[in-house]
């Protein structure tokens, strides 16, 4: 039978250039997106549809910043594709790896020296996540303090930047610590048959995040304040009731702090109460009706099971990538090119000791960069499942009467956001996740209130 297993496993396998032209054509296939993106820009018409909605001014503007955006996207792929080549080309995978090693050794009593590879992958974790976050620095402060700055969304201060970003890697470290604990612990205790207890495993975790992160993590970062008794706690509440929505709280969180770009949602797993959160940014700047038409259309969400449908979506998804990875598992030939020393025995026997030279988690990072043409196609698929909810949710708020709401609602939190007015159909089928201002407007058959007169 066809063993990819054994097809894969040849020294000869030149893994390095692989997973580099992979990159590469990743790298120039967006870049391509981006140049079309970039061309459909110097339009100087709008689409029909926005034509009595959209401003001279704010149209102009849009296009200053889309354009902005489109550069640095441009700046930073090429930024992240040398990194990347850099480190492959000069095996700093190896390099860091020992360097945990050294640093776990330095830790850990001498009786686990040489045993522990979970311990030694949670130290070359740590050091990466410390090493990428230094890196991507210029690239933050740059998104925030130039780019956002420039064009008035930027309210995040110097010190709220440094603070947010301890607070991150603090948290990463804590919790995502005992989480790579456990996950490196299965394969650790089932090198074989890891799969369902990975899939298991993995699933849980994801439960917990959706459980865990909205009412824990979240509050560190911004201040949820329960929404005053009024005229639009009220309107929400009644709208919940008509359609038998579990609302538990609203609340309304500080999203001015970091920017003045608008949202609400709402979280909870499927079968239990719900918090709506809305940002104050849209609390403060729309009319009740507007924003409980937006939360008809989050309702609407709901309603269609789109949460239920994205979580078993993704589980298909890690299932594909877990059951690909069983075959790159132990690769010699993978951990050799890429500077690992691993030795394969006569008769295809591995001597354990030589086995923990094969740490896991090394193997699962090079092989994510081997499914990268898989993850492009990937990102078409999940960008149209999610613009098919967001279409969905939007007539569901139709269908509910807050047809003309919504669609003020949506112009006018375009006008604010200045998002991009002009969209190329390819670029949009791969980075959006939600269809363009035009396209929701004409699903949800809007016709203008001026036009009317
Ligand atoms: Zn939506």
């Known amino acids: 039978m066809f063993d990819l297993k054994t097809i894969i496993d040849r020294p000869n396998i030149p893994w390095k250039l692989i997973i580099s032209a992979f990159s590469i054509a990743q790298f120039s296939f967006e870049s391509y997106l981006t140049y079309r993106q970039y061309q459909k820009l110097s339009e100087t018409k709008l689409p029909p549809v926005l034509e009595d909605e959209i401003d001279n001014e704010t149209f102009h503007k849009s296009r200053n910043y889309s354009r902005a955006k489109a550069k640095f996207s441009i700046f930073s792929d090429v930024y992240n594709l040398a990194q990347k080549l850099v480190f492959i080309k000069y095996d700093f995978f190896p390099k860091i790896w020992h360097m945990a090693v050294n640093l776990s050794n330095a830790i850990l009593p001498v009786k686990f020296h040489m045993v522990s590879t979970v311990a030694q992958s949670l130290c070359f974790l740590g050091l990466l996540s410390s090493l990428s976050t230094l890196v ?234 081997l499914l990268t043409p898989l993850e492009c196609a990937m990102q078409f698929v999940m960008s149209l499942i999610s613009r098919t909810h967001e279409y969905q949710a939007d007539a569901y708020a139709k269908k509910l009467g807050y047809k003309q709401n919504l669609c003020r609602a949506l112009i006018d939190l375009q006008i604010k956001n200045l998002s991009t007015m002009n969209v190329d159909p390819l670029y949009s089928s791969y980075h959006y996740s939600h269809p363009t201002l035009a396209e929701r407007l004409t699903a949800l058959d809007y016709v203008s209130e001026k036009k009317k007169n």
């Open 136 to 369: 991507d620095l210029p690239l933050s402060y740059y998104t925030h303090f130039v780019l956002e700055e420039k064009f008035g969304f930027n309210k995040l201060t110097f010190k709220l930047w440094i603070t947010d970003m301890f607070k991150s890697l603090s948290l990463a470290y804590a919790i995502g610590g005992p989480i790579l604990y456990l996950f490196l612990k299965i394969f650790d205790k089932f090198p074989t048959d890891f799969l369902w207890y990975i899939m298991i495993f993995l699933f849980v975790v994801q439960v917990l995040a959706m459980t865990i992160i909205p009412v824990f993590i979240m509050p560190l970062f911004n201040k949820f304040t329960p929404l005053e008794e009024g005229e639009l706690k009220k309107s929400i509440e009644n709208l919940a009731d008509r359609v038998g929505f579990p609302l538990d709280q609203i609340f309304v969180i500080d999203g001015s702090k970091r920017s003045s770009h608008s949202n609400a949602y709402f979280t909870g797993l499927p079968f239990t109460s719900k918090r709506i959160v809305l940002f104050d940014t849209l609390v403060n700047s729309n009319s009740t009706d507007e924003i409980t038409a937006v939360l008809a259309h989050e309702i609407g969400h709901w309603q269609k099971n789109h949460i239920v449908n994205m979580v078993i979506f993704s589980q298909l998804h890690t299932f594909l990538i877990f059951t690909l990875f069983t075959s790159v598992y132990r690769n010699s030939s993978f951990y050799n090119t890429f500077g690992f020393f691993t030795e394969r025995m006569t008769g295809g026997f591995i001597d354990p000791v030589i086995t923990k030279e094969f740490p896991i988690i090394i193997g699962f990072m090079l092989f994510n960069d």
